[in-house]
């Protein structure tokens, strides 16, 4: 559902020239157009979009308009281009996507549409968009439906460019005779995404009519992604499309079910006559039945080149007709079919006679038939038929033999092994056995998807592409500790040789996708969003999809190991400092945990040396089982100790602890923080500040905790000689009433 501020929006910005009008239409009318409020009938709003100079957007509101036909006289001014736009509510606030909730109806009497700029010098835009015409009627006269008369012979005379966008042709028809039951025009036009139905022409054309101009003839006509069925002519050619234009392209359309029943005429769904040229890609024709020449198209001294086209079920020529497609020429201008990657299965000709089923080729001079790439299976036994002229077929493949060929070059005469949509099976010899000099490198198949994969291309209108078996990954295990975002593996398919492939992470049955949300694929690389760790998860569980370019997907579950590699042990926390006196037995330990080791499972060995790396002291004894210290320390000292941890493939780790010896005296040290002993070590005199003079006893000990001197002082600094010891450490004590003190120091 679209909104009319959508259309608007769009409208403005692709309108650059010309201002633009908008115009409301009813059914009814009664208003000026002017607003919603007040639309206007359907030919008043034409008939004012023609002369008020500007281009106009005509809105009409859902509801069927009888009031045919609709005519617009071009006067010759200024070109303004009108556009129809149907299905708007009352309101004009939304659109409809119902194509028939806007109905032009001629009752089966009237025509519908007369763009007549015969004379006028005008070049402009008829668009029509998201509506029905049906039920349009003419006698002796041309397009029940459209008659775009633009003029062939004068200079003066108008191109009226018809733009049709999803628009439903239904039931119209020329009786008597006339030409175009859909449309009639001899100017350009783009028709796309449209639907011509049972639509019939008493002479040419069931559904389009395509007249040719001698002012400005090379004007382009085209019709793309669109559906003709059972359309029909009663009188001369053409079921669906008749064209004398010099430029044609058809593509991506279908063409279905065009019964003649019986009538007289050369049929054909397209019919190409008097030096025309039509081009025509990526179409399907099948269940065709016509009378005489050419099933699916003929070709009558003209032009064509038809390629990655589909022509199935067809039938020609209840009366001495011939192939699905068929060329005619009797004048001296030389014309050229040229076929190429196309496919013709399960066509007749007169009565599955043995004469041209797939294609008949009656040529004069130098008329060239050309085919490349294409196959040709149960069309009778005689499915390429030349008359006159030069017929070639290259790189193709027939059940059986060209018939009276001038030159056939690398041809299978197999079975091609088509599926029942016939496309090919993964062993058909058609697979990569046509020539990539035939096409051209922009071309895709009928399915809209790459035509040439790998270094070649496939026979036929459909480019065989294997479906996808599966997603493989270049690794499946990574060590843990990885960095984030880390890269995995590479993706690959064993799907078809150079196609393109995605890949997704996609859900699966909930445990084979558990953890797609620890990925990220990037292109062709899986990465793993978090650092992994074995010892917290070992293994990740995802499920990856890959998608061709024809959107066929396969899909795989994997799972991502985390390999357990050896990590260093960890010092959990500090080694508390230790304290031992001079001549006494020492014993303390370490608990186990103080280390700890990542790897589950891993056992630590201790070992224990000074933190320079020397040995311990000879009576400092260290039992690495129960991590324990012993000993009676000979003399006061500070040892720096480092314990160290190792695990079983050798990775370590060390922390350090102070082991103090302190006198044998036992005199617990106080705190310093109101008296400085200074310098430390000393030479000569050691002094002692106090923070205020106090009554203290001063004692000095020798390493073996022997009184060397005491005395007491009331004073706030004091000056110690020391000259007469020997070199060694000392302990000088200091006792008050606040408790004691006791300080090593070291004569120099």
């Known amino acids: 559902m679209k909104t009319l501020l959508q259309f608007v929006l769009v409208l403005i910005t692709v309108t650059s020239v010309k201002s633009q009008n908008i115009i409301y239409v009813s059914p009814t009318g009664g208003g000026t157009g002017e607003t919603t409020n007040s639309p206007i009938d359907l030919q008043s709003a034409i008939d004012t979009a023609l002369v008020n100079g500007e281009d106009d957007i005509l809105y009409l509101q859902e509801g069927s308009y009888t009031s045919t036909p609709y005519t617009a006289y071009y006067q010759g001014s200024d070109a303004m281009n009108i556009a129809l736009i149907g299905g708007w509510s009352s309101n004009y606030s939304t659109q409809s996507d119902n194509i028939s909730a806007t109905a032009i109806s001629g009752t089966n009497s009237e025509r519908l549409f007369l763009l007549n700029g015969i004379g006028a010098a005008v070049d402009a835009d008829f668009s029509m968009e998201m509506m029905l015409l049906e039920n349009g009627q003419t006698a002796s006269e041309n397009g029940a439906g459209i008659l775009v008369a633009g003029g062939q012979n004068d200079p003066d005379d108008s191109n009226i460019h018809l733009v049709i966008n999803k628009v439903e042709f239904l039931n119209n028809q020329t009786t008597i005779t006339g030409s175009g039951g859909a449309i009639y025009t001899d100017c350009s036009f783009d028709i796309s ?51 004398v234009a010099r430029t044609m392209n058809i593509e991506n359309s279908e063409f279905k079910g065009e019964d003649n029943g019986g009538s007289s005429g050369n049929g054909s769904s397209v019919y190409v006559a008097n030096g025309g040229t039509v081009n025509i890609d990526r179409c399907e024709f099948s269940n065709i039945t016509i009378n005489y020449w050419g099933s699916a198209v003929q070709v009558w001294d003209a032009n064509a080149e038809i390629s990655n086209s589909l022509f199935v079920n067809n039938k020609a020529g209840a009366n001495n007709g011939y192939g699905t497609i068929s060329f005619y020429h009797n004048n001296s201008v030389d014309r050229e079919v040229k076929i190429t990657n196309c496919t013709f299965a399960d066509n007749a000709s007169q009565n599955f006679s043995p004469l041209g089923g797939g294609v008949h080729f009656r040529g004069n001079g130098n008329d060239a038939l050309k085919i490349y790439n294409s196959i040709f299976y149960n069309n009778g036994p005689s499915p390429l038929y030349k008359e006159s002229g030069d017929a070639s077929i290259t790189n ?21 092994q088509l599926n029942t949509d016939y496309r090919l099976t993964s ?14 490198p922009e071309w895709t198949d009928l399915d809209g998807a790459t035509r040439v994969l790998g270094e070649n291309v496939d026979m036929g209108s459909y480019e065989y592409n294997a479906v996808p078996l599966g997603v493989s990954l270049t690794n499946n295990t990574i060590d843990e500790n990885n960095a984030p975002n880390f890269l995995v593996a590479i993706l690959s398919t064993d799907g078809q040789t150079g196609d393109s492939h995605t890949y997704e992470l996609h859900s699966g049955n909930g445990t084979n996708d558990a953890d797609n949300g620890s990925f990220t694929i990037v292109n062709d690389e899986l990465h793993i969003t978090p650092s992994t760790n074995f010892e917290t998860q070992s293994s990740y569980f995802i499920n990856l999809l890959v998608r061709d370019s024809r959107d066929q997907t396969a899909e795989t579950a994997h799972i991502i190991m985390i390999a357990d590699i050896n990590e260093s042990p960890e010092l959990s926390g500090v080694l508390a400092d230790k304290t031992a006196q001079v001549d006494a037995n020492m014993s303390f330990s370490f608990n186990a945990n103080v280390f700890n080791d990542p790897d589950l499972g891993d056992e630590l060995t201790y070992t224990s040396t000074l933190d320079n790396g020397n040995l311990l002291p000879s009576w400092l004894s260290f039992n690495p089982n129960t991590i324990t210290y012993s000993g009676i320390p000979p003399m006061i000292e500070d040892l720096e100790i480092k314990l160290i941890a190792t695990d079983r493939d050798g990775l370590s780790a060390a922390g350090t602890f102070t082991l103090s010896i302190t006198p044998s005296v036992g ?78 120091f070291i004569k120099q």
């Open 193 to 243: 995404d449209a639907y011509f139905n049972r639509n019939t022409a008493a002479s040419n054309g069931g559904a389009l009519f395509v007249g040719q101009r001698t002012i400005n003839f090379m004007l382009e006509r085209n019709v793309s992604n669109s559906t003709f069925k059972a359309n029909k002519n009663t009188g001369n050619q053409g079921s669906s499309i008749w064209t």
């Open 396 to 416: 193709s493949l027939s059940e059986f033999a060209a018939t009276n060929f001038d030159s056939e070059t690398d041809v299978i005469i197999d079975d091609p």
């Open 427 to 440: 062993n058909s010899p058609c697979i990569d056995a046509g020539s990539i000099t035939y096409i051209s």
């Open 667 to 744: 005199i617990e040290n106080l705190s310093r923080s109101n008296i400085k002993v200074y310098p430390n070590p000393a030479t000569n005199t050691i002094s002692i500040e106090l923070n205020e003079a106090k009554e203290l006893i001063y004692t000095i000990y020798d390493p073996l905790g022997t009184e060397l001197f005491q005395n007491s002082y009331k004073a706030a600094n004091l000056d110690f000689p020391i000259d007469h010891l020997s070199k060694g450490y000392y302990f000088i004590q200091i006792n008050g009433d606040e408790g004691q003190l006791t300080i090593p």
